[in-house]
């Protein structure tokens, strides 16, 4: 095939893929904005809103993770062109993810006594404790949010996601503003102001996404008839066989990066920092990434359905050339800027820690030209997991992503970081061989299931 035959998939792609990725990037800057608001409080107050977030996000990727499953099952469906099938896989969906919801709310709330034990100062445990409540409660509507969201993006139906969202992060911002430092006739809350905010938006979100997909006449035959007494327990099965190593390999990947960020405080306070820094920048640029996966994950659900295996293979192709060709765009951004984007992290007047800043800057620099490649790594393993989970094949690529971050990435980032000269440096250069290994793995696999299936078919 000629080089056209793929780009002329690009702009259908981004079509699909340009509401998720905005709406990623509206959450991402919006908990950027929640950390500067917390911590014009102060250390204490934003140390805890971290440490009950570390155990909120963790929790929240197998929630994320489970729901990605109903994406491909409803695009098989709709290239089926079965309501049936679909309206079925729907009301599954929502069903066991409001389950998970509360299960995941239940696991935290039991769990909340562990975060004394993580060598915190006694104040920020109290502080958190709170927080950690009505922050995990908040993991029932988003969960049942998800199963909404991967519903409509099945159907290609992206944009109610996108919309939801921004709505979500608005109400978040302004019930921040007005609780956690007690605005007008409201009381200062503090973090538990943040918390609140949190949980009202995702409320929001939920009932944003009924209400609108209500309206819209496509989606009422799968609304209809929703009662207990249809759930079957060979269609939950199906869903939980592809849900949970999806959730899993989310959770593997989640953990990689939770574990740089504490083998870079191990190394010291201006290596954490900027690793802070360059991860808050590179998780920007991912979110392109992402968008594109989900697109993979909905076109080769279509032509699964369809049993169209070469165009399958062909949409597949022309989406990790995209993702390729975008995450190449970053790499020279972040060479090009790699010392002036940590300055705009630091206070260029403060006399107190300007040699402390001036080392963040330097370190978040040389973290920047490693982030150049892991950006084409990262991009590359998403999006051809997200294709790969359109094609249902799951398990597989749950060990084999296993194998690239833990038995590959974590041992050299371990080693690098801790035991050489290379320092939070060698830390990224285990994320980078881990993400390398995880799109190479990822890669053969969909080559290998693609070709067999236009052989055999």
């Keep these: 095939m000629t080089l056209s035959n793929y780009t002329k998939e690009f702009k259908y792609n981004m079509q699909l893929a340009y509401p998720i990725i905005l709406g990623m990037i509206g959450h991402t800057v919006v908990s950027i904005v929640d950390n500067v608001m917390v911590g014009k409080l102060g250390p204490t107050e934003l140390a805890a809103v971290s440490l009950g977030n570390s155990f909120v996000f963790i929790a929240m990727s197998l929630g994320i993770g489970f729901s990605t499953a109903i994406t491909p099952l409803i695009a098989e469906a709709d290239g089926k062109k079965s309501i049936e099938e679909g309206r079925s896989v729907f ?13 995941l709310f239940a696991l935290i709330y039991f769990c909340k006594p562990l975060i004394a034990y993580m060598g915190q100062s006694d104040e920020v445990v109290t ?5 950690l409540d009505i922050v995990g409660f908040s993991l029932i509507p988003l969960i049942v949010f998800q199963a909404y969201k991967q519903f409509a993006d099945g159907l290609s139906e992206t944009k109610y996601s996108m919309w939801a969202t921004i709505l979500g992060n608005v109400v978040n911002v302004v019930i921040n503003y007005f609780l956690i430092y007690g605005i007008w006739i409201f009381p200062k809350m503090g973090i538990v102001g943040a918390a609140i905010g949190t949980i009202a938006s995702r409320f929001v979100m939920l009932g944003f996404m009924h209400y609108m997909m209500n309206l819209k006449t496509k989606f009422h035959p799968y609304f209809k008839g929703f009662t207990l007494k249809e759930i079957k327990k060979e269609i939950n099965i199906k869903i939980i066989r592809l849900g949970t190593p999806s959730a899993m390999q989310m959770l593997f990947e989640v953990v990689l990066f939770t574990a740089g960020i504490w083998l870079c405080g191990i190394i010291g306070v201006t290596s954490q920092a900027a690793n802070q820094v360059a991860l808050s920048i590179a998780s ?10 989900v697109a993979a994950m909905i076109r080769v659900g279509n032509q699964k359905g369809k049993s169209d295996f070469i165009t399958l293979r062909r949409v ?21 800027f790699h010392e002036v984007i940590p ?6 007047n403060d006399v107190i820690n300007m040699v402390a800043n001036m080392e963040v800057v330097t370190i978040a620099a040389n973290l920047l030209l490693v982030a150049a490649v892991f950006q084409i790594s990262d991009g590359i393993q998403v999006v051809v997991l997200g294709a790969l989970r359109g094609l249902q094949d799951v398990k597989v690529p749950m060990y084999m992503t296993f194998v690239a971050y833990w038995l590959i990435g974590f041992p050299i980032s371990y080693y690098l970081g801790l035991y050489t000269e290379l320092k939070a ?3 990224w250069i285990g994320l980078l061989a881990g993400l390398s290994a995880a799109a190479l793995f990822l890669y053969l696999r969909f080559n290998y299931l693609t070709k067999r299936l236009i052989t055999n078919h």
Aim: glycine fraction near 6%.
């Design 127 to 131: 502080m958190a404790k709170p927080y």
């Design 425 to 427: 440096v060698g830390v």
């Design 284 to 293: 920007l640029t991912f979110m392109f990434a992402m968008g594109l996966s």
């Design 91 to 103: 009301h599954h969906g929502l069903y066991l993810c409001t389950i998970l919801g509360i299960v």
């Design 343 to 348: 300055t705009l992290f630091i206070k260029n």
């Design 316 to 336: 597949a192709l022309s989406i990790f050339l995209l993702a390729i060709l975008l995450e190449i765009v970053f790499a020279l951004l972040f060479v090009v």
